[in-house]
């Protein structure tokens, strides 16, 4: 099928219009992804910071096992160069590696009680008015 300079210039215009198209029909799908999420309940936000925390101890181990594999594969290669009769400097000072132990979870308790007594706060502010009040 030969094309006529009619249909090369409708194929042209036809692809215009789809391009001009695309941004506005993905501006319609994206609109949901940007509506607003209710706020996080007091267990949500609880089990995220844990969440978070069990994040940072996975980071520490990781950091921990490392820094023992990299011991190891040290101290093979100091005793293997020593036994080939090459010339070893000494190691460089570096700082032990600490065992960051088992995760334990913040206690809940903490987690949902205030820092300050209500009844402490609502005393607070009538001490300073009744001071101010005696001449």
Request: hydrophobic share 50%.
């Amino acid at each position: 099928m030969k094309r006529t300079p009619s249909s090369a210039v409708s194929s042209v215009v036809s692809s215009a219009v789809c391009l001009a198209a695309l941004p506005l029909m993905l501006s319609v799908l994206a609109a949901p992804a940007l509506a607003r999420l209710p706020p996080l309940s007091e267990e949500a936000k609880a089990k995220a910071e844990e969440t978070k925390a069990r994040g940072a101890h996975g980071d520490k181990v990781a950091a921990y096992k490392l820094c023992l594999a990299m011991d190891k594969v040290a101290a093979d290669y100091r005793a293997r160069a020593r036994s080939a009769g090459k010339e070893v400097r000494p190691a460089t000072e570096t700082p032990p590696c600490t065992d960051p132990g088992a995760f334990v979870p913040a206690p809940a308790a903490a987690a949902s009680a205030p820092a300050v007594p209500v009844a402490a706060v609502a005393a607070a502010p009538a001490a300073p008015a009744a001071a101010a009040s005696k001449p």
